[in-house]
């Protein structure tokens, strides 16, 4: 692979090593090593009575020979025979974060191995005496070496673990999303001010922890979401990450199956009939219902009362099989959910 324009930093980070022409997987791994590898003294370490890495003494039979720690030779081998031939068609800055990467992994997988040796070790802590305890501040180094190389991870792609989280706009859709899946659940409180720069902090956030992000929104009854298209055009949350109510969550679910809500809950006392006569969901049902039946609606009650209603239907029937269930707005939002799950 041509390596043009990269570098390797030497031990201890002091200076770069330039990387010019093809490298093979063999001749970065000999390189590493080399650079990187520091030789040990392997029955100083309180390991060496089981490591399988070390090797015996030349002359001394009590001592180990003197050699470059194989637990951090074997994590460098390993991570360019598995990762090296997937950044080929990475950008320059990609290749070098992928680079960098391995040289932080490689420096505190040392930097573990020397400290756990160190702490097993009794005899050496001994020789410390009242000073020993000041060994257990070191631990530092490693966790210090392995954030700077998830710093750099987040830059490439094929790094990033796969987990998922979902903005939503409000309360009621946090309450569904819980009961049906265990994705990340953030809401942004829409209440149909979605603020692009809102939804770009987020976003960016979320994503330089690793997440793939979703988003759920609503468009009110228009025919389209200028905010949503400026998330989408700007590249923040790809399309089909995304899930639209045409009007919002409540407006999603059955009328049938709204109205029975209602009357188990003691809201309204009528008939489904005259219930859903005249019904207008330009401005949402729950602003259809509070106007006609002069009431107050609790939009989290609801949220919970139809979790448990497509659980019970779920007992009867497989929903991901129900064309009829998938059908209505509220089957598409379970089924979005459903896989990003």
Not at 48 to 67: F, G, L, M
Not at 273 to 289: A, K, M, P, S
Request: aromatic fraction near 14%.
């Amino acid at each position: 692979m041509i390596l043009d324009g990269l570098y390797l930093y030497r031990y201890a980070n002091s200076d770069r090593i330039e990387l010019n022409g093809i490298h093979s997987k063999e001749s970065i791994i000999e390189l590493m090593v080399d650079e990187w590898i520091y030789y040990m003294e392997c029955h100083k370490c309180g390991k060496s009575d089981y490591c399988k890495y070390t090797e015996p003494h030349n002359v001394n039979p009590d001592k180990k020979a003197e050699i470059k720690c194989g637990v951090a030779k074997d994590f460098i081998t390993n991570y360019i025979n598995n990762t090296f031939d997937s950044i080929e068609d990475l950008e320059i800055e990609q290749k070098q974060a992928y680079l960098d990467t391995a040289y932080y992994l490689s420096q505190y997988v040392q930097s573990a191995e020397i400290g756990i040796g160190t702490l097993i070790n009794e005899d050496y802590l001994s020789v410390w005496g009242e000073f020993a305890p000041a060994l257990y501040g070191f631990t530092k180094e490693p966790l210090d070496y392995l954030n700077k190389a998830h710093k750099e991870m987040k830059h490439v792609g094929m790094f990033r673990s796969k987990k998922s989280l979902i903005l939503v706009e409000g309360y009621s859709e946090n309450i569904f999303v819980d009961n049906f899946s265990d994705i990340k659940v953030v809401n942004y409180e829409g209440e149909g001010r979605i603020r692009y720069d809102k939804i770009e902090f987020l976003v960016q956030e979320y994503q330089e922890d690793g997440y793939e992000v979703y988003l759920q929104s609503d468009m009110d009854g228009k025919p389209h979401n200028d905010k949503v298209n400026k998330i989408i055009n700007g590249g923040l949350i790809k399309e089909e990450n995304i899930f639209q109510f045409k009007h919002d969550f409540e407006s999603s679910i059955p009328a049938k199956l709204f109205y029975t809500i209602l009357i188990d809950n003691e809201l309204i006392s009528d008939t489904f009939e005259n219930f859903e006569e005249g019904i207008d969901l330009q401005r949402g049902i729950v602003h259809y219902v509070e106007t006609k039946y002069d009431i107050s609606i609790n939009k989290r009650m609801i949220a919970t009362e139809v979790s448990l209603a497509i659980h019970k239907y779920s007992r009867r029937r497989n929903l991901y099989q129900d064309e009829r269930f998938l059908d209505t707005e509220i089957g598409k939002f379970w089924n979005f959910i459903r896989k990003v799950n």
